[in-house]
Structure formats: C-alpha cells, structure tokens
C-alpha cells in the first residue's frame, strides 16, 4: 500500500558530505513525522533525526551541527543532508514515516530498506 524508497547513499572519505533522499508513494492520505535512523554492525538501530509536517526537527546529539533534516510534504519526501562525515557515521540508514493511509482510513508508521553509507578514506 505504501513504499518507502530511499537513495544517495555511498562511500565517501572523512569530512566528506553525502545526502540520502526518501520518497513515500502508495495510498497516502497524509504524513506526519518523517525521520531517518541508522544501524551500525552489532549495535541497535538509532534515531538519527526526524522532521514533522511543520517543518520542527529534532536530532541526535552525534549529529547536531553536522546533518540537516527537511522535507518537501508535496513530494512526500524527506532528505537527509551529511556533511563532516566521521567513520563512525557508517551505517545502514533507513527512513520512517508515520503515514495516515487512505485505503483503510488508519495510521501506521513504515520503513524504507536502508541504504548503505560508508566513511572510511
């Protein structure tokens, strides 16, 4: 009913920038809170940053400074841009979204399948 696709992940040297995009499609009536969180090799999964339809975003403090959250809520998008990449950046991002589906008037939140970003020179 409703796809998560997100892209522009990769391998980049340190102090390198990256943005990762998200675009939700599908039965969408309306989206809430988007967000991105990352999974690092033997850790948890963790809340990178998250953004709500008004534009308010908050951030995990490892990233404050460093990585800004937007949207655009006609494109059902959210981006993600990096910039001063650390190798300890490197992880499995996944984006979120908390969507109020039209094909059965309910809320529920999805995932995207991840995508790969690398820091390491």
């Known amino acids: 009913q409703v796809q998560l696709v997100e892209s522009g992940g990769g391998l980049v040297q340190p102090g390198g920038s990256l943005t990762l995009s998200c675009a939700a499609s599908?039965?969408?009536?309306?989206?809430?809170?988007m967000g991105w969180y990352r999974q690092a090799p033997g850790k948890q999964r963790e809340l990178v940053a998250a953004?709500?339809?008004?534009?308010?975003?908050n951030y995990a403090d490892s990233v404050k400074g460093r990585f800004t959250i937007s949207r655009d809520n006609a494109k059902n998008t959210v981006y993600l841009q990096m910039n001063s990449l650390k190798p300890e950046d490197t992880a499995v991002y996944h984006c979120?979204?908390?969507?109020?589906?039209?094909?059965?008037?309910?809320?529920?939140?999805?995932w995207g399948q991840g995508t790969q970003v690398t820091v390491s020179s």
């Open positions: 953004i709500t339809s008004g534009g308010s975003a």
């Open positions: 599908g039965s969408i009536f309306s989206i809430t809170s």
């Open positions: 979120n979204a908390y969507v109020g589906v039209s094909a059965g008037n309910y809320w529920q939140t999805f």
